[in-house]
């Protein structure tokens, strides 16, 4: 069965430090891959997404940055983290084959920037 | 261009009560229809989907949702809740466009069950 990784589980930045999110799925080979930001009370933001390694797309300008080094591997990153980057991340996988297109979700990251 | 409404930002309901949440959505090709469950600090999990086959469909936890084109509506429906029924509900859409199929979510609700 597929199951799907993010660590860390939670984490408290500074302002202006890095950040690194990692994600990584188990059981399938080509997912896609996608990384979503919830705020507090909000729904959910779609931040970035890949079809296959090396491909990735953006769908919100902002500071952040993701890459997909390995078929099942995703990061998101950051040089300089902002206080309005503070939210509940989640990554997520869906098959990549027309009709498919249900998404699984991971476990979460709870950050907080100060 | 695809798009869904969740009406209300938060239900309250009784526990043995029944539970309707509500989803319209707007798609140009006949639709991908989800609801998924998110308990607090948690991901998101997936309580049922709509692929065009039975549009009553039923999920998990004794959850259903019926398609109802004509309305384009996708509500959510239990008909008892039970105090872990407590937590937010995504209603999602996705019209099968692109390569990536990215479903568009709505805003959640957010699930009372009072005692």
């Known amino acids: 069965s597929q199951t799907i990784h993010q660590w860390p589980a939670t984490l408290v930045q500074p302002v202006g430090s890095p950040l690194s999110l990692e994600c990584t799925v188990e059981?399938?080979?080509?997912?896609?891959l996608y990384w979503y930001r919830q705020a507090a009370g909000r729904g959910l933001q779609l931040l970035f997404y890949?079809?296959?390694?090396?491909?990735i797309s953006s769908e919100v300008p902002q500071n952040l940055s993701a890459s997909r080094p390995q078929d099942r591997q995703f990061i998101l990153s950051s040089k300089k983290l902002l206080l309005s980057d503070s939210g509940f991340y989640l990554c997520?996988?869906?098959?990549?084959?027309?009709?498919?297109?249900?998404?699984?979700f991971g476990p979460g990251t709870r950050l907080t920037v100060l | 261009a695809q798009s869904v409404t969740q009406l209300g930002s938060h239900v309250s309901v009784s526990e043995g009560a029944l539970v309707l949440l509500r989803c319209n959505y707007s798609?140009?090709?006949?639709?991908?229809l989800f609801w998924y469950v998110q308990y607090p600090n948690q991901g998101l999990q997936l309580l049922l989907k709509?692929?065009?086959?039975?549009?009553l469909v039923k999920g998990i936890n004794g959850f259903e949702a019926e398609f109802k084109k004509s309305e384009t509506s996708f509500h959510l429906t239990k008909p008892s809740a039970h105090m872990s029924d407590a937590a937010e509900y995504f209603c999602?859409?996705?019209?099968?466009?692109?390569?990536?199929?990215?479903?568009?979510f709505g805003r959640g609700t957010s699930l009372i069950v009072h005692p």
């Open positions: 059981g399938t080979s080509n997912p896609n």
């Open positions: 997520a996988w869906s098959v990549g084959l027309a009709g498919y297109p249900e998404q699984f």
């Open positions: 798609s140009s090709v006949p639709p991908y």
């Open positions: 999602a859409v996705s019209d099968g466009g692109g390569g990536s199929y990215i479903p568009t």
């Open positions: 890949s079809v296959g390694i090396g491909q």
């Open positions: 709509y692929t065009s086959a039975a549009t």
